[in-house]
């Protein structure tokens, strides 16, 4: 009986070996996850990676616990940035001035008044940056760092490509958009609406 057991034992090792070793014969991983990403890189002799999806896109890497991935550049989509250049007072001093008001007139619908104001975001005294509940700088380029303090499962979701807008896909490099490239940061609610294409009988039967 013992010698039947570790029979089995060398057979079961030796098909082990077959499998798990990679010996340079093609098909043959270390591992699944060594497989999975070797045998990504291509499908069927195309290669699947995103950087064609990308084209002239200015991009910034990030990385956020265990990913990393690349994300527009917000800056340089500023028009009037660096902030400063108008801003070249404290915000107190500014606004009782006979200033030009930019963006004075902006209506902020995002959380009640009394949870949420500009300052919530913005640094009066510091306008090159964003600044965090707890008064930490944000560069503009990680907005996305002001709306994980409250939406944190979205976040979670987001750097793992469930949420949000993925620019061609998983593949590596990786691009996706931020918060503020399908959001409004200061009405960041998406009203629904119907589909480019939709059934007008449908509608007529909603009537």
Not at 14 to 37: V, W
Not at 135 to 140: C, M, Q, S, V
């Amino acid at each position: 009986m013992n010698r039947q057991y570790y029979i089995y034992l060398l057979v079961c090792m030796f098909i082990f070996m077959q499998f798990s070793c990679k010996d340079g014969g093609e098909g043959e991983y270390h591992s699944l996850t060594d497989k999975i990403e070797e045998e990504s890189k291509d499908y069927h002799g195309i290669p699947i990676s995103s950087e064609a999806y990308i084209g002239d896109m200015k991009t910034v890497e990030i990385t956020e616990g265990k990913h990393t991935f690349l994300i527009p550049d917000r800056k340089s989509q500023i028009t009037s940035y660096a902030c400063t250049e108008c801003h070249s007072k404290p915000l107190e001093q500014i606004k009782g001035a006979d200033f030009k008001k930019a963006h004075w007139d902006i209506e902020l619908v995002h959380a009640n008044i009394t949870t949420m104001n500009c300052a919530t975001c913005h640094n009066g005294n510091d306008m090159d940056n964003l600044q965090s509940l707890t008064g930490n700088a944000i560069d503009f380029n990680r907005s996305y760092q002001l709306c994980s303090q409250c939406h944190t499962q979205q976040f979670e979701d987001w750097k793992g490509g469930a949420h949000g807008k993925n620019i061609g896909g998983w593949a590596n490099p990786r691009a996706a958009m931020t918060c503020v490239n399908c959001h409004n940061p200061h009405k960041p609610h998406i009203e629904s609406r119907w589909p480019s294409r939709f059934n007008t009988q449908k509608v007529k039967e909603r009537e």
